[in-house]
C-alpha cells in the first residue's frame, strides 16, 4: 500500500483520491480553502445561495459519461434541462442546442462531497513547500507544520500555484510554462421580488459579461429570492483585476435591465468573487507524472478547460498510479 499526499481539493483532486483508496491505497488531501469543489463553488447566505464558480458542465466521453450516471444514481446531480439564449448589442433571442447540462445538487459540490467520503482532510491547509526525504516527500504549510512523509505527492491546484510547488527538473517546465489561465469576477444578486426576465440562460456577447443565468432556475435550489449569477468576460476580467464591487454591481444591473421587460425589483443582497484562474486554455494535455521524483499533476488545465477534463485528468493518472503501485 502506498500512501499519497494530494494538494487541492476540487473534483480532480478528491476523484484521484477516491480511486487510490478504491485501490487499496492511502491518501491525504490538502485545500487551502474552507470548502471543497474548487470553481465547483457554492456560497450560501441568508435564505439564498448561488453557484458562483462553474455554471453547469456536460459529459462526452464513455468514461466521464458512465461517471455522470452513477452520480446521478446517487443523487449528487441533475439535469438541468435550460434553453440558452444569447445577446448582442442589438438582439436578444432564444439560442437553443442539444447540449445536455448537468448541475450539482443542491449544490455545485455536491459530487465532491461524495466522493471524499472517509478520505482524510486537511482543509485550511497551505502547502508551500515540498521537501525529499530519500525517496519519500515531506509537505510544509505557510505556519511551519510538516506532514508526511508520502511515497508520492499529487499537485491539482490551478497551474500557477502548482508550478510553483514543482522542485526543479520536475516534469517538463516548456510544457507547462505554454500553459495559460484566464480570470473571471463573477457576481451573484437575490431580487426580494421576481424579474420581468423570460431567459434563464444567456450567453452575452457585448464584451464585459459573458454569461448570466438564473440561478435559482436550476433543480434544488431555495426558491426564497430570485437570484442570479453574471461572469465577466475574460478579457474585462484580467484589464480589471481589482475592480470595485460597485462597479461590478453597475455593469450587472445594466445587463439584467437589457433582458428585462420591466424595472428590476429591489436586491435584497449581492456579492462577488474573482477567480484568479478560472479557465485553462491548454492546447495539448500534459505529462502528469514524473516517475523520478514521484509527483504527479492532475486538473482541467493538464487536458483541457472543462470540468470533464477534470475528471479525466484524476481518471488517467490514477489508472497509472495504479499500475505503479501495484
Not at 470553481?39 to 459529459?59: P, S, V
Not at 443582497?269 to 505529462?287: D, G, K, M
Request: one cysteine or more; charged letters at 20%.
Amino acid at each position: 500500500m502506498a500512501n499519497f499526499a494530494i494538494i487541492g481539493a476540487g473534483l480532480a483532486g478528491i476523484s484521484l483520491a477516491h480511486q487510490l483508496k478504491l485501490g487499496g491505497h492511502s491518501c491525504a488531501v490538502f485545500e487551502k480553502s474552507r470548502g471543497l469543489g474548487g470553481r465547483l463553488a457554492t456560497r450560501r447566505l441568508d435564505h439564498w445561495q448561488a453557484d458562483h464558480g462553474a455554471q453547469y458542465f456536460t459529459a462526452s466521453s464513455p468514461a466521464f459519461t458512465a461517471e455522470l450516471g452513477r452520480w446521478l444514481d446517487k443523487g449528487w446531480v441533475k439535469p438541468w434541462t435550460v434553453t440558452p439564449w444569447r445577446l448582442t448589442r442589438e438582439h436578444l433571442s432564444p439560442s437553443p442546442d442539444q447540449q445536455q447540462r448537468f448541475v450539482g445538487t443542491p449544490n455545485m459540490n455536491a459530487m465532491v462531497h461524495g466522493l471524499a467520503a472517509g478520505i482524510p482532510l486537511y482543509m485550511k491547509t497551505r502547502i508551500d513547500r515540498l521537501e525529499a526525504d530519500g525517496d519519500q516527500w515531506r509537505l510544509w504549510d505557510e505556519h511551519g507544520e510538516h506532514y508526511g512523509n508520502f511515497d508520492a505527492v499529487i499537485l491539482t491546484a490551478p497551474m500557477a500555484q502548482s508550478q510553483a510547488l514543482l522542485p526543479a527538473g520536475v516534469i517538463d517546465a516548456t510544457q507547462i510554462g505554454s500553459q495559460t489561465m484566464t480570470p473571471t469576477w463573477a457576481m451573484a444578486l437575490a431580487f426580494n421580488q421576481p424579474t420581468a426576465i423570460e431567459a434563464d440562460a444567456v450567453f452575452v456577447k457585448d464584451g464585459i459579461v459573458s454569461w448570466a443565468a438564473r440561478d435559482t432556475a436550476k433543480p434544488g435550489r431555495p426558491q426564497d429570492y430570485e437570484t442570479w449569477v453574471l461572469h465577466f468576460s475574460a478579457q474585462w476580467s484580467a484589464n480589471h483585476l481589482d475592480a470595485s464591487p460597485e462597479l461590478l454591481q453597475q455593469q450587472v444591473v445594466e445587463v439584467l435591465e437589457r433582458l428585462s421587460t420591466a424595472a428590476l425589483p429591489e436586491i435584497h443582497q449581492s456579492f462577488s468573487h474573482r477567480w484568479l484562474y478560472a479557465r485553462a486554455a491548454t492546447a495539448e494535455p500534459i505529462s502528469q507524472w514524473h516517475a523520478a521524483s514521484r509527483i504527479g499533476l492532475a486538473g482541467d488545465w493538464t487536458q483541457g478547460n472543462r470540468i470533464e477534463d477534470a475528471w479525466i485528468s484524476a481518471n488517467k493518472l490514477a489508472a497509472l498510479l495504479l499500475k505503479e503501485y501495484a
